[in-house]
């Protein structure tokens, strides 16, 4: 059974045995790969990639595109600490206020696509000009400030383990569930595998496309609040390498941009990969922009790799 | 137990410009396999389509288990115990096979959020096994052939308890062996009470596997008749009720020489060792089964795929470069299976579609000499008697005929000495056929070569100069159509010797 599991799914073992080797070939490279100190900075480095990555990887599954993400981080962020601007009192109010509107800007984002029947990617691209627009006028330097305790959600440890680890985990667990257990998931790849086919067997498919793009913009919402916390201060533009570098993972962990095939076991793998190179090379001191050469040949290969794999 | 199950009373269908059914009358019985023929665009597939909820009659009621139904969609339709197994199956090639079957209404576990899996997989396995299936229910649908594929849709059916199932030609896609274990299939849902409405044009089929026929021709009920009532030759000239030899022109040939030869073509295991010699002034048809290689045969010759061994020698030189782009300057012209896809562009106007491969002609420098281009495209619109209200007119909105002249047009217009046709009739209505047929025969005797692939048998007879028969990408004979008959290729086309009495003939309309 267990066998036959990793026979189905070998693309998605594949991810995994490279994360399993990079880490090895980390440890190798370099004596400060394997101290507690840097392996709690790796994690940490993580989180942020991962959960909007989890989020674009649903929407990537029914066909979509969501390029929103990004200003949505920037938004979310800056109300975050603008709003709270370090009361403990307003945590709670802010936090709430912030996720209402970002699972309406995914509504929006959702709704303009089903009704107006314009590409996702056009949808999605106006609406992340619009919300980044919004951030700036609202404020074109970091703003605000946080209470202390807030700063647990990035820096907060539980024994060994750094505290964010567990939001990233949370996220990605429900995402796998709904993904595979509950027929939600289903219509996913089955809107993305084939509309048509989807809405003659009885799917709602508008509902379902909505549906993802409020569940895409929550995990962007979500990664907002986790940048607020990591930072103190809300950037309006920290959400800006979001819009393409969350397409990264689940390109890497084998989701099709055409839809329907992929999902979010292969983007988390994917979100460490990056995360594992990106750290292998500030160990040894490269410079930035070689991880972006880097980043770029690994999206080339891997898509070039499940394009021969599926066709 | 022989109930009437489903009885629709005057039904009639009218669309723009086409009534495609006009009171019609159908029923179906319970534990009956009730066939419903005619030939294409008699109105069987939107009789089917209003049983189904696909389409709304205009007019007319539908009487299920005793009760007036109305319904307004397809999930209607299968709630009421009707299901369809369209040509075209309804799966989702990246899910598997328990997921395709309960799409759209998964068994949930009791609290109702999540999938009960355990039913997901036990019910299909179940039903794929009373089907007498080997089919996994875990295996993903991409990896299963055809004929696996159309036995998951009928588990589909039957998952959601139909009691009615419309097959629309099943046989289409499966063959043989296949075919056996689905008439095998059909008999044991027969005899549990199912009603099965079975489309078909094939003749043969009908009598081995129905109870009742239904015959409709030109959106009109010509009758229903117990299948041991009526014979075959009966049972054709009601489908036709007029003579084939009509539509073809008289076989006239132009001047006669050697201008494509193919020797020993191989292409990995679509093509064995194909060679063929095609002379100007003739029409060559090929014809097989699907998946028998002529489609590829199409565009290797064309230079659209490559070839591995072999040698294609053109007006007498070797290709050595093999590419559309060579092919159309050396005069070798396509019209292809699916126009939609790959014969025009869509969205462009009918001027434009005309001109696309000879603009290197009528330009200066690198701009396009519009005044030029709309002369050549008024003349051939002429010439062509193309229905178009004007040039400028895009292409999608002409019907499959006239798209058809334009592409035909397009290629006689770029001086093609030679033109390959693919099923270039297809979906085409019998007049605008009989107008096409004689377009061909007039490029023929202008001395052009045709190189006509099809898989309608009497179109092959009735236009071919020779026939070349494939079966599993190789050339099986050649067959002079003035003695060939429809049976002499299918046993060819079915890779079985000529003096072998095989049992799989089926008369294909």
Known sequence: MNFNYLKQNWTTSIVYIILIALLLVGSLLSDMFRTSNNLTNLMRQAVALGIVSTGQTLVLLSAGIDLSVGSVISLTTCLTTGLICGRESMVFPVVTLVIVLALLIGFCNGFIIVRTHVSPLIVTLAMMSIIQGVVLLYTNAPVGELPSSFGFLAWGMVGLIPFPIFILAAVAVAAILVQKQTPFGRYLFATGGNEEIARRSGIRVDRVRIFVYMVCSLTAALTGIFLASRMGQGDPMAGERYMIDSLIPPLIGGTSLMGGRGGVVGTIAGTFILTVVSNIFNLLDVETYWQWVMTGSIVIIAVAFYGKETA | ???????????????????????????????????????????????????????????????????????????????????????????????????????????????????????????????????????????????????????????????????????????????????????????????????????????????????????????????????????????????????????????????????????????????????????????????????????????????????????????????????????????????????????????????????????????????????????????????????????????????????????????????????????????????????????????????????????????????????????????????????ATEEDILMMATGQAKKDQGKEQHIEF
Not at chain 2, 4 to 13: F, P, Q, R
Not at chain 2, 242 to 259: D, M, T
């Open chain 2, 1 to 483: 137990m022989n109930s009437t199950i489903v009885e629709m009373e005057g039904i009639s269908k009218g669309f723009p410009g086409l009534q495609a059914l006009e009171t019609v009358d159908f029923n179906c019985l319970r534990g009956e396999v009730h066939a419903l023929v005619g030939e294409n665009g008699a109105g069987k597939s939107t009789l089917m389509k209003i049983l189904s909820g696909a389409y709304r009659q205009d007019e007319g009621r539908i009487v299920l288990g005793g009760r007036e139904v109305s319904f307004s969609c397809p999930q209607d339709a299968q709630k009421s115990g009707i299901s369809t197994i369209y040509q075209e199956f309804n799966l989702i090639p990246h899910l598997n096979v328990a997921e395709n079957i309960f799409l759209g209404h998964e068994p949930l576990k009791r609290r109702g959020i999540f999938i009960d899996t355990r039913k997901l997989y036990q019910v299909p396995k179940q039903i794929l096994a009373d089907l007498e299936t080997d089919i996994h229910p875990r295996i993903k649908v991409r990896e299963l052939s055809v004929a696996q594929q159309q036995m998951v849709e009928i588990a589909k059916a039957l998952c959601l308890n139909a009691d009615i199932l419309i097959m629309d030609e099943p046989s289409a896609v499966v063959s043989g062996k296949e075919l056996d274990s689905l008439f095998r299939i059909i008999n044991s849902l027969r005899d549990n009470g199912k009603a099965i409405i079975y489309i078909s044009h094939r003749v043969d089929e009908i009598f081995e596997i129905a109870d009742r026929v239904t015959v409709l021709k030109d959106g009109k009920l010509v009758g229903t008749l117990h299948t041991k009532d009526v014979d075959k030759q009966g049972l054709i000239k009601m489908m036709v009720g007029r003579s084939f030899a009509e539509v073809f022109p008289p076989k006239e040939q132009g001047e006669r020489k050697e201008i494509l030869s193919l020797k020993n073509v191989c292409q990995g295991r679509t093509l064995k060792n194909v060679s063929l010699t095609l002379y100007s002034g003739e029409i060559l048809g090929v014809t097989g089964l699907i998946g028998s290689g002529r489609t590829e045969l199409a565009r290797v010759i064309f230079g659209a795929d490559p070839f591995h061994t072999g040698e294609i020698y053109f007006n007498g030189n070797k290709r050595k470069k093999h590419k559309p782009k060579l092919s159309i300057s050396n005069g070798i012209g396509f019209v292809t299976e699916d126009r939609k896809k790959e014969g025009f562009v869509r969205c462009l106007s009918v001027r434009k579609n005309l001109t696309s491969i000879i603009l290197d002609k009528i330009k200066r420098w690198c701009f396009i000499k519009e005044g030029e281009e709309k002369d050549i495209a008024r003349k051939c619109v002429d010439q062509f008697n193309i229905v178009t209200p004007n040039i400028e007119q895009e292409i999608e909105y002409l019907s499959g005929g006239n798209q058809q002249k334009v592409i035909l047009a397009k290629w006689i217009n770029a001086n093609s000495k030679l033109i390959i046709m693919d099923e270039p009739t297809r979906g085409i209505d019998v007049g605008a056929k009989a107008e096409f047929y004689n377009l061909m025969r007039l490029l023929v005797k202008q001395g052009t070569a045709v190189l006509m692939i099809s898989s309608e048998l009497p179109e092959v007879i009735g236009m071919s100069d020779r026939i070349l028969v494939m079966h599993d990408g190789r050339i099986m004979g050649e067959l002079n159509p003035s003695e």
